[in-house]
């Protein structure tokens, strides 16, 4: 709490995230077993490889990593979106990154909401994949208006919310008491509503077009469809769901196993069927799949050079197998990335001298004890030889947008694949958005440099960048 009596949003933000949790467990009991095994998972792989917790030990990641979600939601106008982004920065969450999905014949593009730098994160890394359906890629142009139609009549914000929101901008804070009630009012805006906005009829025609049209705009909010644990060993994860009878999907997204984890590795299991009251239906006689489970583990961030390495080997990939990846070919998929991906450095410090990806430096005790010595390592290199300054590599906390699109296709069935012609549109973005994304390297980077200025302060040597 702050001497005006405000809140940490970074506070306002961990306890939405379990609220969103607890709400999600109650809404999809399955949610609650995947947690279970996640857990698990996780506490075996700490207890097979010590060098593991001790590493998150370093980062500080081993305190979240129990705690550590993201969830997804898609919203259907520019209002929407940009009043999503005045809410999430009321629990400091700012827009990082932009997805172009429609490459992949999703019709929306999105940002990720989450906090940017490494002691707020450390508080609470929970992040919302956030997209925003686009209607102009509908080529009929009555659906069009139905659903523009449609969506102008809804409102995904509860009144109180929206003052709560003005309040915090306003004042530049919420109390604790109106932090309950923002964190209370907010979670409204996720949740899963049976009641339909449409007749089963109209729901049927936006199905048609896409299945994504139909879960935005046929209902009265942009209801959370997964909330997505973090796993140590996602491969442990992917081998053990069909023994609980959860079928993932046909391959992990991402980059292949490997020592040292990069980026971001993605499985998912299909959408649930859920019961729908459509207008003009007295009881919830029609079904929507909408809402799916996803497990993920995090890696290294790579460096501009570090991801074009990722980009061309998973393209190469990708190329070799001349199809999309399915139950058919996963084997010679993992087989093909595992060969592409023999040509990326699978060691920290190779990572480190080649320059792929960003990393934390942290003083070590004898670091510390050499402080005070005359001669003694002064260069950031040399320093580390010595052993005066332990380095990990900073956890990747975005997306991917292979990946996403990969998620996305997964759950939505074979008939996304479509081929849009208009594609990437940014600007059009940060116009719905009512702001501009932040660089996601611009952030990596600068955390490194805030650690290796701290590591120069502690030691008392000038600053080392
Ligand atoms: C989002 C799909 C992408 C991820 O983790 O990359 C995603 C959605 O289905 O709305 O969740
Ligand atoms: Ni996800």
Redesign the pocket.
Known sequence: MNNQGFIDPSEIRAQFSRAMSDMYKAEVPLYGDLLDLVAETNRNVMEQSPEVAEQLRWTGELDRLAMER?????VGTAQELSTIRRLFAVMGMQPVGY?D?SPAGVP?H?TAFRAVHENALQISPFRV?T?LLRLELIDNPELRALASGILAKRTIFTPRVKALIDQCEAEGGLNEADAGEFVREALETFRWHTEATVTAAEYDQLHEQHR?IADVVAFKGPHI??L?PRTLDIDQIQDGMPRRGITPKAVV?GPPRRNCPIL?R?T?FKALQEKVAFVGQGSAEGSHTAR?G?I?QRGAALTPKGRALYDKLLNATRAELKEFPSEQNARRYNELLEKHFQAFPDSHDEMRIQGLAYFRYFVTEKGIAARSNEVRPRTLDDLVQAGHVHYEPLVYED??PV??????QS??GDNAQVNYEITSNQTDFHDALGGTVLNELDLYAATQRRSILECSATLNLPPLV
């Open positions: 993201h969830g997804a939601i898609r997805y999905l929306v999105s994949f997209s994504l469809n997964h997505t997204e971001l993605q998912s799916f996803e993920e997306f991917l990946s996403a699109a990969g998620i996305f759950n939505l």
